[in-house]
Antibody
Framework: EVQLVESGGGLVQPGGSLRLSCAASEFTFNNYWMSWVRQAPGKGLEWVANIKQDGSEKNYVASVKGRLTVSRDNAKSSLYLQMNSLRAEDTAVYYC??????????????????WGLGTLVTVSS | DIQMTQSPSSLSASVGDRVTITCRASQSISRFLNWYQQKVGKAPKLLIHAASNLQSGVPSRFSGSGSGTDFTLTISSLQPEDFATYYCQQSHIAPRTFGQGTKVEI
């Protein structure tokens, strides 16, 4: 069965850095876009970033551009999120998610079909 | 960015009820719309993709409809395990935005 396991969360001071990892197994990792999605305590879901199969294309939500960087190592079936200049509003559970997709005619549909359990990042002094 | 607005934000229902949740996009997204269910303390679970396609393993009491800007998730007969929060999400363009969620409670 497909598994996604996040790690690297913890308590960090404002302005600090953290690196999250997501270990993928039981599927061909380099065939899929991958995303990070976060959820602040008691709040809704917020998509953060995604990365193309070969790492050549990355997208970010505006609030994290220039501070968070998504990357991947296909040889290790791993996804990463380097988090710098952290702010209190970055406090959240961070999920990695696989983006399944298919095309029908000119339209290509994507959705998050597998999710990890999440890792909690707390930014506080 | 495309804004996704769900209504209602919460609703009370009973087992056996028919429940309808709506999601409106700030611009046309064709059928690039997905629905997820999230239970407390758990990761989200995909229910519907491309507006109306039921994900494998999801009970047939769940259905989705709509296109353009207006979408609906329907639970035909609410079961005890369906009490959760439901999110819509557009995949038309980045950033892949979510609705604010609809909490279904007793």
């Amino acid at each position: 069965e497909v598994q996604l396991v996040e790690s690297g969360g913890g308590l960090v001071q404002p302005g600090g850095s953290l690196r999250l990892s997501c270990a993928a197994s039981e599927f061909t990792f380099n065939n899929y876009w991958m995303s990070w999605v976060r959820q602040a305590p008691g709040k809704g879901l917020e998509w953060v970033a995604n990365i193309k199969q070969d790492g050549s294309e990355k997208n970010y939500v505006a609030s994290v551009k220039g501070r968070l960087t998504v990357s991947r190592d296909n040889a290790k079936s791993s996804l990463y999120l380097q988090m710098n200049s952290l702010r209190a509003e970055d406090t959240a559970v961070y999920y990695c998610a696989r983006e399944e997709g298919y095309c029908s005619g000119h339209d290509c549909y994507f959705y998050f079909d597998y999710w990890g359990l999440g890792t909690l990042v707390t930014v506080s002094s | 960015d495309i804004q996704m607005t769900q209504s209602p934000s919460s609703l009370s229902a009973s087992v056996g009820d028919r429940v309808t949740i709506t999601c409106r996009a700030s611009q046309s997204i064709s059928r690039f719309l997905n629905w997820y269910q999230q239970k407390v303390g758990k990761a989200p679970k995909l229910l519907i993709h491309a507006a109306s396609n039921l994900q494998s393993g999801v009970p047939s009491r769940f259905s989705g409809s709509g296109s353009g800007t207006d979408f609906t998730l329907t639970i035909s007969s609410l079961q005890p395990e369906d009490f959760a929060t439901y999110y819509c999400q557009q995949s038309h363009i980045a950033p892949r935005t979510f609705g604010q969620g609809t909490k279904v409670e007793i």
